[in-house]
Structures are given as structure tokens and as C-alpha cells.
């Protein structure tokens, strides 16, 4: 218990000020030449008062160990063992329960290299670290040694050293003036929005197998084990607030893993590996829902939580709404990896993953609360039976259905075209008929009760399946489906980008295009490289649009089908600006000599859409998805940038203002 207060009070602690941009340790690096083929390298740290840098040789399992690494050792030099360090300091973690090795206030490294290619001049040092004091921070530095004139430089800017052989570097261009203001990710999804609809959730899953049959058992106990029914009320809406909080618990780690990499939840959004994860964790969630399986917790853990129920009081009260939560996990699971899964994969960040947690956990306490409250509500409840069932069948049906939502977000950032729009609108409808013929009972499922007639519920239900299965099989021949946009792939990843028998909308798919030009949504003409787009825009005298967008980005969607698609906004992005699309997830592998060290993380940026990411984050101090910008020749911008803008008329207003401040 001590060991957990303590990990959870450094949590909260960096949670609080995770907001600071904190650099702890400063570097400076220098060379010297011990022989013809043997150099020296030293690097010096000055460590700011009471924090701490781990030693190389720190033990396993506690602070991070210093790493040293050679970009470009290969063929050209190697390292003489292991860096030599200064004085450190050995403690004893009891927490981690390790003995742990640190610099404190200073520290020195040097690295003896033996050159075993003498027309190599350069030598680049990656230095990564981890540095502690109530919270800690990952480091990384590039250090770039120059072996012909004995120099040494830290820089961030990989394109300035790699492929260059006689040691010059190019002069940086100044980056273009901007006035623009810090403006927040717009694939947040609104708080409230986000709220209402986890609260509803977790009312949602009250109305389960593993849940309902304990809101009158549960509520009784407390009114009936205590001879004040005013106390045995207060116990009742205590295990209710325990519910909550144990949930919004389970987001405090997410705060720690943002405060360690602030473009975490974007990355997130975009990654192939973790929607592939969910993608398979929401299949099997809703193979489980259908009767399959059961996933539950281990019995162990349920039966620890249920003996410490026993300790009496509000601690007893605590463990037994932890049992509650354990042991209804086989209904609550689901849920909850939606939950997890929707706010991670749209960038939402820490704070909107509490609050979707809170939403969650209040709505799955509510009816505790409230029937503890108002016991006589109790025998207005509907019995159980086996249309609790039915209940976990339908979500399941439906977690099917956003299963493949991750999975067209892998397919569309690798760009593998398995998963067309075509493709993924007809699982839709298959899904959505599969459940509309469940509701009007032309099947059952392992765990389902006889049905002997359809409810109004049940047949409403249907009605609604079958008009949204409907509704969606135009989608094959290319109607937008603007209800459900942004989920789908866009139009343009489709065996028919405009249609079957289409042209995109005024567009044709056989006309010319300028160098390095495609056609995007509604046949606009955009470019998907920086130089080319801007070198096109002075050829024509226009005014640029540069888009921060995303193969995977769901506002992206929303935008292009909702508000590009209106007769005024469509011609002035056809016809009065030059389109520039940035694919900040693009998977894409930059070549070796376009590669660089972000100045903004000290990453090396591999990928084209991580140069983009960066280039959006120097330039405008923002990785929103949608971003737009409109520019001027001179690279400056014509007015304030924006971000997710449903509005039509508020967008249409700012090309407006951009393309008018363009013509003065």
C-alpha cells in the first residue's frame, strides 16, 4: 500500500505540471585526438539542483539507464567499450527496490572511437537519458563531431550533417513569419459531447446479465444492514462514488505517458500496430458479447476484492464497488475498451479520457445511487430475464461494427487499399442486416431465451437497424453517406473514386494535372509536397491552402464531405487557391539524406508523415488535424489559421478574408 500511495502521488504530482516545457540537464561536447586513428569524445552535462540523470550502469528495473549510440559507426569507426563516467551516486530505490546509479549536479562522458575508415570525417552521437527529481524526463541529444579540424557541435537538425562528406553545412532558412496563435488539436472531440455520451454508456451496460440483477440486491443490502436508514442511504451513495473514482483512476497512468511525449494521443490515432490491437480487442469483446466466451477477471483478484469487503466501514464499502467492477467485467470490458479505444484514436488527449472515464463510471453508478435514494422506485424495475441478453447481443453487434473502424485506419495509413470504401460499407451492411434480422427473431444466439412475440422495443429497434442498412447500401455506388462521415474511407480511397459512372463532381479523372498534382475529394486539384505546391502557386499567382490532414483523421472526413462539398467553398478550392494536402501520418520512408532530428522532441524524423508533423509544430506551434492555413507567396500567412471548422459559412468567411487579403 505504501509503495502504491507513493507511485500514485508522483502521478498526480507530474500530472500538475506536465504542462511546463522542463530541460533539466544543458550539454556541451568537445574532441581531442589520442592518435592517428583513435578519438576521444567528452561530453559535459550540468544538471540543474535536485535532480538526477541515471548512471550507464544503473540497475535494472529502476530509473532508465544512460544510452550512448552511434548513427553512422558502421564501416567508419567503432566504439572502444563502454563511455567512461565521472563521480556518481548510488541510492537505494525501495520503491523499485533496486540500487540505482545517478549523476547529481554535473556530469562528464568519454567515449574512446577507433577510426577504421580515414575518408569518414563525421561522427554523430545520439545521447538518451532519463532525468528525475519528483517527476522525470526522457532526454535526447544529437552531438555531430567533426574528426578533420577537431570540432564538435549539438544539433537538431539531422539534414545539416548526413551525406556530407567534406564536413560543410548548409545555412538553415529562415522560417517564414507567422502570427499565428497556439490553437488546440481539432480531432479533440468535445468535452460534453464526450461526457453525454460516455454517461450514457455506462447506463447502457446497467442493463446487462452481469450487472442489473445487482442494483436491488446491492441497494438493499446497505438499506436493510443498517438500523439508520439515513446511514445505510449514505453507504449507498458512497459505493456509487467509489465506482466513479476507481474508473477515473484507471486514466491516471494515460496522464504520466502524455507528460513523457505530448503528441502521444496523435500518435496513437495514426498507429497501424495499436489499431490493429483494437481492432482485435473489440472483435473478440464482440464475439464474447454474441455467447461465444466469457471474459472475465481472474477469480483470484474478484475473491481478494470481495474479502477485503469485509473490512467494514467506508474501506469496506471501497472493495466491495471494486468487486462489483471485477466481477461485471465480462459486461463492462466492452464498453470500456470502446471507450478507451474512440477517445485514444482521436488525439482527445489525457483530460478527455478522464472525463469519458467519469462520464462511465457516473452512469454505472447512477441507478445505485439513485435507488438508494428512492428504494420505493425498486418495484417499478423490469424483471430480469432473458432480454438482458439480448441487450449485450445488440452491443456487440455494434462493437463489431467500430472493429473495423481501427482496421480501415491501419489499411488507410499504410496505404494497402485491402480495405476499400466499397469494402467497408458492404461489412457494414452485412453487420447491420445480421442484427435487424436478430431483432425480429429469424435467429438466437447461445445464450438467448425463446422468443414468443416481439416486444415494441425489440421491433422498433429493428426498424431502425433496417433503415440504417438501407441507408448505407447507396454508399456502394459512391453516395457520401455524410451521416456516418469519417468513419468509412474517404471517397477517394474507393474502386470508384467518383462514383460508378461518375467525375468526382465537376472534375475529370482524365485531365491534366501539374507535376505532382492529384486529384483529391470533389476532383480538387492538391498537392502533396511542400516545394512542389508552393513552386506551382508562383507559377500561377495564387494564394496557398495548406491542409494538416491525415489518412486516418476522422474531422479530416468530416470537412472534406461536409463543408469542401458546398457550391461556394468548392470553387474557391478549385479555382482561386492552390491546395497543399500534409499527411501528418503518412507511413512513407523519407530517404536517408531528407532525414533529420526534430528540433521540437530531438526524434529522428524518418517518415514523411512525421516531417510534416514537424514542420506543422515549428512553424504554426500546433499538430491539430484538420489545420488550415492560407499563406502568401512569401510563405507569410493572410490570416489566422483554423482548425476543425463544421461551420460552412464561418470557413467559406475565413477563404474569404485570406483570398481578399491576397489581392490587396
Given amino acids: 500500500m505504501k509503495k502504491t500511495a507513493l507511485l500514485f502521488f508522483l502521478l498526480l504530482s507530474f500530472i500538475a505540471g506536465k504542462a511546463q516545457i522542463i530541460e533539466p540537464v544543458k550539454w556541451t561536447s568537445k574532441i581531442e585526438k589520442k592518435s592517428d ?21 544503473s540497475a535494472d528495473g529502476g530509473g532508465l539507464p544512460l544510452e550512448v549510440e552511434f548513427n553512422n559507426a558502421e ?20 520503491i523499485f527496490e533496486v540500487e540505482e546509479t545517478f549523476f547529481s549536479n554535473k556530469a562528464e562522458l568519454k567515449q574512446t572511437i577507433k577510426v577504421s575508415n580515414p575518408d569518414n570525417a563525421i561522427v554523430q552521437v545520439g ?8 517527476s522525470c524526463i526522457q532526454g535526447e541529444n544529437l552531438f555531430v563531431f567533426n574528426l578533420k579540424d577537431l570540432t564538435s557541435q549539438e544539433v537538431m537538425n539531422f539534414e545539416e550533417v548526413v ?30 459531447t464526450v461526457f453525454i455520451g460516455t454517461l450514457l454508456a455506462g447506463i447502457f451496460v446497467t442493463f446487462t446479465p452481469c450487472v442489473f440483477p445487482m442494483i436491488p440486491m446491492t441497494v438493499s443490502f446497505f438499506i436493510k444492514q443498517n438500523s439508520s436508514k439515513v446511514k445505510g442511504k449514505f453507504n449507498a451513495l458512497f459505493y456509487g462514488l467509489c465506482i466513479i473514482v ?38 473478440v469483446f464482440a464475439i464474447s458479447f454474441f455467447g461465444a466466451f466469457e471474459i472475465t477477471m481472474p477469480n483470484s483478484l474478484a475473491n481478494k476484492a470481495d474479502n477485503a469487503s469485509n473490512l467494514g466501514g467506508l474501506m469496506g464499502v471501497f472493495f466491495m464497488a471494486l468487486t462489483l467492477i471485477i466481477v461485471s467485467f465480462s459486461c463492462t470490458g466492452p464498453a470500456l475498451g470502446l471507450i478507451l479505444g474512440s477517445v485514444l484514436s482521436t488525439e482527445g488527449g489525457a483530460m478527455l479520457l478522464t472525463i469519458a472515464m467519469f462520464g462511465f463510471g457516473l452512469g454505472l453508478a447512477l441507478p445505485f445511487m439513485l435507488f438508494a435514494l428512492f428504494p420505493n422506485l425498486m418495484s417499478s424495475m423490469p424483471k430480469s430475464g432473458g432480454w438482458l441478453n439480448s441487450v449485450k447481443v445488440v452491443f456487440g453487434f455494434i462493437e463489431l461494427a467500430l472493429a473495423f473502424k481501427f482496421l480501415s485506419n491501419a489499411d488507410l495509413v499504410l496505404q494497402l487499399h485491402f480495405l476499400e470504401r466499397e469494402v467497408f460499407i458492404a461489412i457494414w451492411i452485412a453487420i447491420f442486416i445480421a442484427l435487424s434480422l436478430y431483432l425480429l427473431g429469424k435467429f438466437s444466439l447461445p445464450h438467448d431465451s425463446p422468443v414468443s412475440h416481439l416486444s415494441v422495443g425489440r421491433m422498433l429497434l429493428a426498424v431502425i437497424s433496417l433503415s440504417f442498412t438501407i441507408y448505407l447500401i447507396p454508399g456502394l455506388w459512391g453516395a457520401p453517406l455524410k451521416l456516418i462521415s469519417g ?17 468526382g463532381g465537376g472534375g475529370s479523372v482524365t485531365q491534366e494535372l501539374p507535376k505532382g498534382a492529384k ?75 531528407e532525414q533529420f532530428i526534430s528540433k521540437n522532441t530531438g526524434r529522428k524524423i524518418e517518415t514523411v508523415g512525421q516531417k510534416w508533423s514537424d514542420f506543422q509544430i515549428s512553424r504554426y506551434q500546433s499538430n491539430a488535424r484538420p489545420y488550415y492555413v492560407l499563406i502568401n507567396l512569401d510563405e507569410t500567412n493572410l490570416n489566422e489559421p483554423v482548425a476543425y471548422t463544421p461551420d460552412i459559412e464561418e470557413y467559406l468567411t475565413w477563404l474569404q478574408s485570406g483570398i481578399e487579403n491576397f489581392k490587396k
Fill in 75 to 94: 564501416n567508419n569507426f567503432e566504439a572502444v567499450g563502454k563511455a567512461e563516467e565521472s563521480e556518481t551516486h548510488k541510492e537505494y530505490n525501495d
Fill in 519 to 593: 486529384l483529391a475529394a470533389h476532383g480538387i486539384v492538391a498537392f502533396e509536397d511542400y516545394e512542389e505546391g508552393l513552386a506551382y502557386a508562383k507559377e500561377v499567382n495564387k494564394p496557398i491552402m495548406l491542409d494538416f490532414t491525415g489518412h486516418a483523421c476522422v474531422n479530416c472526413r468530416k470537412m472534406e464531405e461536409h463543408v469542401w462539398s458546398d457550391p461556394a467553398v468548392l470553387s474557391i478550392l478549385k479555382n482561386d487557391v492552390v491546395l497543399i494536402s500534409l499527411y501528418c501520418d503518412e507511413e512513407k520512408d523519407l530517404p536517408a539524406s
Fill in 246 to 283: 476507481i474508473y477515473v483512476l484507471i486514466s491516471v497512468p494515460f496522464h504520466l505517458f502524455e507528460g513523457l511525449d505530448p503528441n502521444i494521443f496523435a500518435n496513437i490515432s495514426t498507429n497501424v500496430y495499436l489499431n490493429l490491437f483494437f481492432f482485435a480487442i473489440f472483435t
Fill in 487 to 503: 468513419f468509412p474511407p474517404p471517397s477517394t480511397y474507393s474502386e470508384s473514386p467518383f462514383g460508378v459512372g461518375g467525375s
Fill in 163 to 192: 551525406g556530407t562528406v567534406d564536413n560543410t553545412t548548409d545555412t538553415k532558412a529562415e522560417p517564414a513569419k507567422t502570427t499565428e496563435k497556439k490553437t488546440e488539436d481539432s480531432d479533440k472531440k468535445d468535452p460534453w
Fill in 127 to 134: 545521447l538518451y537519458y532519463q532525468v528525475c527529481k519528483e
Fill in 37 to 57: 586513428s583513435e578519438y576521444v569524445l567528452i561530453f559535459n552535462a550540468t544538471i540543474e539542483e535536485n535532480w538526477h540523470m541515471y548512471s550507464q550502469f
